[in-house]
């Protein structure tokens, strides 16, 4: 009996994601949207090292009684949105979890609860200038991805947030550099008043 292109098709499929499980390799678009999340945090643009995020989540209301036997704990990360990613093949999305680079930043891993989780977290001074969303996680006891759940939409087009950089200079550093110019020039000053002093008193 002749095989059809078609059997050979859905055969290769099987074969390869058989394949990437035995590799360890997960893939996203395997991932059940797990968690509803919620990010919150001032209106206009966050300031790294300065402004802070409360992320919140719960079990998705969708899934059935039980679902959430396998979850072990939560991972919430740091996303890059589309509009940061064009041209930057660094920052570019993956299906396979191991070479995706949208999620950078990790921002903290805690123990899973179906509801009343909030995490508050204080931007780091190391994160870029960019778009972001936040992503949640969902891992099994042996720390594998098996779910998830983010604070936007599936085209990561709403509820994003930006975040500005720190400078090469800060504003600390700037006062600081005044104020120790003004004592610098003040004490040149007075320097010069008591030499004069001291001048006149020796005659």
Known sequence: MAISTRSIFVATIVICSFLALCDGEILFSTLKKALEVKAEHKA?????????LTFKWSLNTTLSAGADSGYKSVKLQLCYAPISQKDRAWRKTEDHLKKDKTCQFKIVTVPYKSSNNNYTWTIKRDIPTATYFVRAYVLNANGQEIGYGQNTDD???????????????????????????????????????MEKRKAKAGK
């Open 155 to 193: 085209k990561k087009v709403d509820n994003l947030f930006s975040i500005q950089a720190i400078s090469g200079r800060h504003v600390t550093l700037d006062i600081c550099s005044i104020v120790f110019s003004a004592f610098s020039v003040v004490a040149l000053f007075a320097f010069f008043y």
């Open 44 to 52: 206009g643009v966050l300031m790294a090292g300065e402004d802070i």
